[in-house]
């Protein structure tokens, strides 16, 4: 094709075309990126709604960042470590762990925090959500009858320990002194249908477990790391019987769980269930189809599921023996229909006896030493009764004997327990199989034998037919002692 265009008509072209570029830049408005993102402005003030556990505040939701006030209080109070024993507990607002704070990222909160005239000591705060010295430690130290005030901004989402930071620290967090405090995303976490709070602890006491009466802190037991009670929720017991977490089948339970240690590491689990995802440590990383998941002391974990099934499922520590043992295990209550495709139950029951196979017994006292034993009133072994029951049978027959339905039979209002004492002593001795009526249901499954002394059998006897509904019947030693001969 021929070029009409001459050389010079070609550089007047370039240079029109060239302007008109230059015009064009010039007329589009320079648009600047700002230095933070708009929901880390901070517009008007919110109350904090703080919480008891296991209860958490209502989510943040979409809401802009904004500044959070929050009053919290020391208290140093008395309360039970487990039925029949006491602690002196100090609490950030009354219950170990302390109140649940829910905040959002961006938040800049004005923190209050009171120690009761009442107390004995100074204390404080570190908050690990906190960027700061001591993570307000240094701000916060505040002595019994005063109040001080400072504030932080919520700089990292995720959940976090707060505990108090006095010397000596360790003391302070062993006497129950920490809680979780949530920092949301911004638009705020996704939803469910339930939310819980739980946090483990371990207790060191002058006593060993279950030892009754007001127990002391023990502070060479703490250093030794040598635990005698290991709970969530500042109690053994605190999350079983009528105070069991609850759900429906169909929903979606997410539990905040915290560790405040001071020393252990908790196994978090729960029999039954799979968690569908877990906040590892409570961060941004997400694990799925997690069966137990490691909370350091002073950490954290987010963890959700969804329930199928109904049925009691049981939270432990799955280092197992502080489950049974000192006390770490909870109750998450089911109800709904069954799918008994996804859990059939026992479709089929036979007896396996391998040769060899011995029943482990406790060794008897001699003759002396029983002769030298003050016979109890009947008080006390209602309370020692109590005591052992809930160490060693709840987790089975339930804090109220009630059992589970098709797996334990109930104790309350017990045909089968009312019917024949002797029998009753015997299966606690020397277990049960086979098929049963009790109340007119039937259960078939195995009872093994308990390894309990004489007194520890008879007291437990005595307190079940003194509870629920039972006959009121006094279960001697003596008698304990002709069945097990």
């Not at 993102?37 to 919480?51: C, D, I, R, W, Y």
């Not at 002196?88 to 109140?99: A, E, H, I, K, R």
């Not at 069966?291 to 009691?312: N, R």
């Amino acid at each position: 094709m021929k070029n009409y265009l001459t050389p010079q008509k070609r550089t007047s072209l370039f240079f029109i075309l060239l302007g008109l570029l230059l015009w064009s830049c010039n007329s589009v408005e320079t648009k600047t990126t700002a230095p933070a993102e708009p929901s880390m402005a901070v517009k008007g003030t919110v109350m904090a709604e703080l919480t008891h556990p296991p209860k958490v505040p209502q989510p943040v939701g979409d809401r802009t960042a904004k500044v959070m006030k929050l009053s919290m209080e020391v208290v140093e109070k008395e309360s039970e470590m487990m039925d029949g024993v006491t602690y002196t507990f100090w609490t950030f607002g009354g219950s170990v762990p302390g109140q649940f704070i829910r905040t959002r990222v961006g938040d800049e909160v004005e923190f209050t925090l009171k120690n009761h005239p009442d107390n004995k000591l100074p204390h404080n705060i570190d908050l690990h959500a906190v960027t700061g010295p001591g993570g307000g430690a240094t701000s916060s130290f505040v002595a019994p009858g005063h109040e001080v005030t400072f504030s932080f901004k919520t700089l990292n989402e995720g959940l976090y320990v707060y505990h108090c930071a006095t010397a000596p620290v360790g003391m302070h967090v062993a006497n129950g002194m920490y809680g979780l405090i949530l920092v949301e995303p911004a638009g705020g976490l996704p939803p469910v249908d339930r939310e819980y709070y739980v946090v483990q602890g371990d207790f060191y006491t002058k006593g060993e477990y279950g030892d009754r009466g007001r127990q002391p802190f023990d502070m060479k037991k703490a250093i030794d790391e040598d635990a005698d009670y290991v709970v969530f929720n500042g109690k053994v017991g605190a999350l079983t019987g009528d105070n069991a977490l609850t759900a429906n089948v169909g929903e979606t339970v997410r539990i905040f769980v915290g560790n405040g240690g001071p020393n252990l590491v908790s196994s978090f689990h729960v029999i039954g269930e799979i968690f569908d995802r877990v906040n590892i440590e409570g961060g941004d990383m997400i694990n799925e189809n997690v069966q137990t998941t490691l909370v350091p002391a002073g950490g954290s974990a987010i963890v959700e599921f969804k329930v199928d099934v109904p049925g009691t499922f049981i939270l432990v520590d799955h280092s197992i023996f502080r489950a049974f043992n000192k006390g770490a295990l909870g109750m998450l209550k089911v109800n709904g229909e069954e799918d008994k495709k996804i859990y059939s139950g026992k479709i089929q029951e036979g007896i396996y006896q391998p040769e060899g196979g011995t029943v482990q017994t406790m060794p008897e006292s001699t003759s002396a030493e029983a002769s030298q034993k003050t016979a109890k009133t009947l008080a006390q072994q209602l309370e020692h009764g109590k005591q052992k029951y809930m160490e060693t049978c709840f987790a089975c027959h339930q804090a109220e004997g009630q059992g589970i339905a098709g797996a334990f039979p109930p104790l309350a209002k017990s045909d089968f327990l009312n019917a024949d004492v002797k029998r009753a002593i015997s299966t606690v001795l020397k277990g049960l199989s086979g098929e049963i009526t009790v109340n007119g249901d039937t259960y078939n499954s195995i009872m093994p034998a308990q390894a309990l002394s004489d007194e520890e059998v008879a007291d437990i006897m005595t307190y079940v037919y003194h509870s629920w509904g039972n006959k009121k019947t006094v279960v001697s030693e003596a008698q304990v002692k002709a069945i097990r001969n």
